[in-house]
């Protein structure tokens, strides 16, 4: 059984860039979650995406957008990257859309300067 | 909203000694709570969990009591090991939002030899 990978696994950006994260989910999960962790803080939702539809959001700006796909793979999208968007994104995945019980993957090291 | 709330670290103990992390927690209804621990450089794994009141999880010699009348998960493991050195994160999960995970800030446990 193959858990959650993301890719990349470390990146550094310019403020004002966009960028893309990428999540495969855990064989058999329909759901992801996308979680910032900043240094030495607990995670904070993003959002989730179930069966390829944003399934709740956490309070994050606009600019952090999502996708999910057939294969229940999905993607982060962050548009005008500020400084404090630095962090590890971690992405879980869940069977099921009531499914609190998440895995998560290594995460992205985001540091933007 | 929801919040948890876990005692500051670091923690540090001898090898074998006794561990309590203590963790409590504000939720309407009737959330579910997890442990879940983070090794340097990792995502996170889950540890254990417990779905309703008096519930108790265990996972690898730890243990935690889902208690409603103190609204607590305090994480316990008798005997601990250089090897659980990491930092562990309480969290509940919680019907809104999309089934989103709310965690505490995490508490750095380090076991000396």
């Known amino acids: 059984e193959t858990g959650v990978t993301q890719s990349p696994t470390h990146l550094i950006k310019t403020r004002g860039q966009q960028v893309t994260l990428r999540c495969s989910s855990q064989?058999?999960?329909?759901?992801v979650s996308w979680y910032q962790q900043a240094l030495g803080q607990g995670p904070q939702f993003i959002f989730q995406?179930?069966?390829?539809?944003?399934?709740g959001r956490g309070n994050f700006p606009p600019r952090f957008s999502g996708l999910q796909f057939p294969n229940y793979s999905s993607e982060l999208n962050v548009n005008a990257l500020e400084l404090d968007d630095s962090a590890l994104y971690l992405c879980?995945?869940?069977?099921?859309?009531?499914?609190?019980?998440?895995?998560f993957g290594p995460g992205t090291r985001l540091t933007v300067t | 909203g929801d919040s948890v709330t876990q005692m500051e670290g670091p923690v540090t103990l001898s090898e074998e000694a006794f561990l309590t992390i203590n963790c409590t927690y504000t939720a309407t209804g009737y959330p579910s709570l997890f442990w879940y621990v983070q090794y340097p450089g990792e995502g996170l794994q889950l540890l254990l969990k417990?779905?309703?009141?008096?519930d108790k999880g265990s996972n690898k010699g730890f243990e935690a009591t889902y208690r409603k009348e103190t609204t607590s998960f305090h994480l316990e493991k008798g005997s601990v090991q250089v090897s659980d050195s990491a930092v562990y994160f309480c969290a509940l999960g919680a019907n809104n939002a999309g089934n989103m995970l709310t965690f505490g800030g995490g508490t750095r446990l380090m076991v000396k030899p």
């Open positions: 064989s058999g999960h329909n759901t």
């Open positions: 879980a995945s869940s069977e099921g859309q009531g499914g609190y019980e998440q895995y």
């Open positions: 995406y179930y069966r390829e539809e944003e399934n």
């Open positions: 417990a779905t309703k009141a008096d």
